[in-house]
C-alpha cells in the first residue's frame, strides 16, 4: 500500500514546534510529471549500466509501498527533526 500522510515535527529551543501533515496523493499528482521524467532518467541509467528495467522499477515500487510506519528522526544541536510516514 502507498504511503498516505507524512508528518514533519520540528523541534525548535525556545519555540513552539511546528506539526506538519502532507498528504502524499496530491503531493504526487501535482509532481507527476517530475516523477515520469524521473523514471524516464531512470530507466535510461539502468539501460546504460545494463540493469533490468522492470526489475528495477518493481523493487522502486517495493520500497515505497513499504514506507508506511517509517520514523526518521534527526537531532542537530538543539533542534530536532521528526518525520513519520503513515
Given at each position: 500500500?502507498?504511503?498516505?500522510?507524512?508528518?514533519?515535527?520540528?523541534?525548535?529551543p525556545d519555540r513552539r514546534p511546528?506539526?506538519?501533515?502532507?498528504?502524499?496523493?496530491?503531493?504526487?499528482?501535482?509532481?507527476?510529471?517530475?516523477?515520469?521524467?524521473?523514471?524516464?532518467?531512470?530507466?535510461?541509467?539502468?539501460?546504460?549500466?545494463?540493469?533490468?528495467?522492470?526489475?528495477?522499477?518493481?523493487t522502486g515500487w517495493r520500497i515505497?509501498?513499504?514506507?508506511?510506519?517509517?520514523?526518521?528522526?534527526?537531532?542537530?544541536?538543539?533542534?530536532?527533526?521528526l518525520l513519520a510516514v503513515r
Open positions: 500500500m502507498m504511503p498516505q500522510l507524512l508528518t514533519v515535527r520540528v523541534k525548535r511546528i506539526r506538519i501533515w502532507v498528504p502524499v496523493l496530491p503531493v504526487v499528482l501535482v509532481l507527476s510529471p517530475v516523477v515520469v521524467l524521473a523514471v524516464l532518467a531512470g530507466a535510461v541509467a539502468c539501460h546504460v549500466y545494463h540493469i533490468d528495467v522492470v526489475r528495477a522499477l518493481g515505497v509501498c513499504a514506507l508506511p510506519g517509517t520514523r526518521f528522526d534527526v537531532e542537530h544541536n538543539r533542534t530536532a527533526v
